[in-house]
């Protein structure tokens, strides 16, 4: 059997001011046939591997495409969008026949002319192989899965952790449908349920970890392949924007159909404990510093994992107000200021305007005085899987009693090694501030006695009902409309 691989990733915020382009694919890659050596301490390169591995120890033929992957900003530059699309499809006219045809894809990819970029690559992929090939595709839950979509694959399959903690695994499952689809072992025919809502849904707290395991249960019964729960990205306006449960059966569509239905509802039927309900900064504060332990909260709101920008300072402007000792915040998106301090040198006291940069959503910069403690070039943090992630040249700036990252690649805070790696000691702060909204759970919570996530301002709000969506189709959903699906509950 002869197997392709290739992907392009980027979860786009259309709202976001500024685009995605080649500055933003080139911060980790692009990999053209080396992502599982050159690009091997990315998520690409990681699950690239996965399949290598399978394919060899399968006996399969394995050719390994391109890969490219973006931090999320707003819609990806057309030109580039097509280049990338291109070259990565061009392997399978060129090498063809393939049996199989895997892609790692986000599925909230929008670029200047297309609302559904991974709808567009599946299609050409399916016009390009023919029927015969078995297509398929490994997505981020944060996607707006499509009719486009789920139409010219055999099979999709979705993260189904938030912290995306398990997308190995989830990659192995994928090839062994698809593996199995091209020997006749199966036949994948998938039934999506739209449960009319927007929302966001962490997996490590309930009802949310109950779920995944029903769905895990779900997997076990006769016939059925796969069933995936797409979050969606309330961020990403498109027509399909909105969260829906993918059901993959053995050559049963009622079966699909009807698993999807059942998980949809459960699911719906928890939507408003599923709602997230975050402390302000004020309320965070006094939580905070009335715990014994050591607390991590979270600037939600300026997470760069959702296109934010990750340079608004006003959760460190109100820690330094309210006069917080021993406390860590990190890791602010300022590459100015980086080269700044990188010129001032190690042990340097200066006046500096920090963040605020980048627009609307970044807030007011804040001036302060700030000695430089270290400089670390090309810095990197712990990845949620084995991988690494780019922070580029970075410094730990002390302000008052509260130790500063500030970084010049753009990136969520996942792991404690986006502190401890330029030298900070974490364990002797009480009060560790992170830019993540959800992903900082998976790495913080062993050292955590306290994880609060805070209602910060900046560019990801979660005030669903509010978002000015143009696009989306489906207007009355939850929670815009209590109840849109008319089985009762809600307010
Ligand atoms: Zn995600």
């Known amino acids: 059997m002869r197997l392709f691989t290739a992907g392009l990733i980027t979860e786009t915020n259309t709202f976001a001011p500024w685009p995605t382009g080649r500055r933003g694919f080139s911060e980790i890659g692009p990999f053209r046939g080396d992502a599982t050596t050159r690009g091997r301490d990315d998520e690409t390169g990681v699950l690239a591997g996965v399949w290598k591995e399978l394919a060899r120890r399968d006996g399969h033929e394995f050719v390994e495409g391109f890969f490219a992957h973006a931090q999320p900003s707003g819609p990806t530059l057309q030109s580039l969008y097509e280049e990338y699309r291109d070259e990565m499809l061009a392997p ?25 970029c991974e709808g567009d690559i599946l299609g050409r992929a399916r016009a390009i192989l023919g029927p015969k090939a078995r297509i398929g595709a490994l997505l981020d839950p944060h996607c707006h899965l499509t009719p486009q979509m789920i139409g010219a694959a055999d099979a999709i399959v979705l993260f189904k952790e938030y912290p995306h903690v398990d997308y190995p695994e989830r990659g192995r499952e994928l090839y062994a449908i698809l593996t199995g689809a091209a020997v006749g072992r199966c036949r994948p025919v998938t039934r999506l349920f739209d449960c009319r809502m927007v929302g966001f849904y962490p997996t490590t707290k309930e009802p949310m970890a109950g779920l995944v395991r029903r769905m895990k249960e779900a997997e076990r019964r006769p016939g059925v392949l796969s069933v995936s729960f797409g979050h969606g990205f309330p961020w990403g306006d498109t027509p399909e924007t909105g969260s829906k449960v993918l059901v993959i059966a053995d050559d049963d569509a009622g079966l699909a159909a009807s698993v999807a239905a059942e998980i949809g509802h459960g699911i719906y039927d928890e939507r408003e404990t599923l709602l997230p309900r975050y402390p302000d900064i004020a309320g965070a504060l006094a939580r905070a510093q009335a715990h014994a332990g050591i607390v991590v909260l979270a600037d939600t709101a300026d997470n760069s994992g959702g296109g934010a920008p990750s340079d ?17 915040y990190g890791s602010i998106w300022d590459p100015v200021t980086v080269r700044i301090c990188a010129e001032a040198g190690v042990g340097a006291t200066l006046p500096l305007r920090l963040g605020g940069k980048c627009g609307v959503a970044s807030g007011d910069p ?29 410094v730990w700036l002390q302000i008052g009693d509260i130790d500063v990252v500030v970084m010049s690649v753009r990136t969520q805070t996942l792991s404690p090694d986006a502190f401890t790696g330029l030298g900070i000691d974490l364990s002797s702060r009480r009060m560790i501030a992170v830019k993540s909204s959800w992903h900082f759970q ?33 207007q009355r959903f939850f929670p815009r409309v209590a109840d849109p699906l008319g089985r009762g509950g809600g307010r």
Do not use: W
Not at 92 to 116: I, T, Y
Not at 373 to 390: E, I, N, W
Not at 452 to 474: C, E, H, N, S, W
């Open 366 to 394: 804040m001036d302060v005085v700030a000695t430089v403690k270290a400089f670390v070039a090309d810095h990197s943090q712990q990845d949620l899987g084995p991988g690494r992630c780019p922070m580029g040249d970075s």
């Open 92 to 116: 399978l006219k060129e090498q063809r026949p393939f049996d199989v045809a895997l892609f790692f894809l986000h599925g909230a990819m929008v670029s200047a002319g297309c609302d559904d």
């Open 312 to 328: 608004n300072v006003s959760l460190l402007r109100a820690m330094l107000q309210s006069g917080v000792k021993r406390a860590a």
């Open 442 to 474: 998976a790495n913080f919570a062993p050292i955590a006695d306290e994880l609060i996530p805070v209602a910060t301002p900046g560019a990801l709000q979660m005030d669903f009902a509010a978002i000015d969506y143009r696009k989306k189709r489906d």
